[in-house]
């Protein structure tokens, strides 16, 4: 996998193996699995406050204001997935600078409910030994890993 600059507004990911390419059609989808993580992206804003004037008004104005952020940054991501082309190496898939955000947004959001669903703890995440991809918990400790490495790539473009 590749990403390069395909225009001065955008960014290509290349020769993605067409395992990488399911693991970033999952991204818009995550939403679905929140139930499992509401904890981890929605958190109290103060952990044993005792202001409940503050934690409904947290609860009323900006948890749905997170929400509604989180939904729109998993829509772009959804529309620019919706047209990947074939590439002689594998999948590619173009990112618009101005999307780059809501990829980091989409990308992180995964994370989070992939962790949550799979409790992995630091030891799983340290890459010490690769995963087990016989078992459905090793892949998805390869699909926090490249969610992750994708990451990294982004921040480096946008940078």
Known sequence: ?????????????????PLLA????????VDARHKKAQARLYPDPIDGATDEEFRRDWK??????LQRLFAASRDIVARDLSAPAAHNLGVKVVIPGAHLEAWLNALNQARLVIVEENNFTEDDLDHREPPDLATQRGLSLLKIHFYGHLQELLVEAAG
Do not use: G, Q
């Open 1 to 17: 996998m590749r990403l390069r600059r395909a225009s001065t507004d955008s960014w290509e990911l290349r020769d993605l193996h």
């Open 22 to 29: 399911t693991f970033l059609t999952e991204l818009p989808k």
């Open 60 to 65: 009323e104005h900006v948890r749905p204001e």
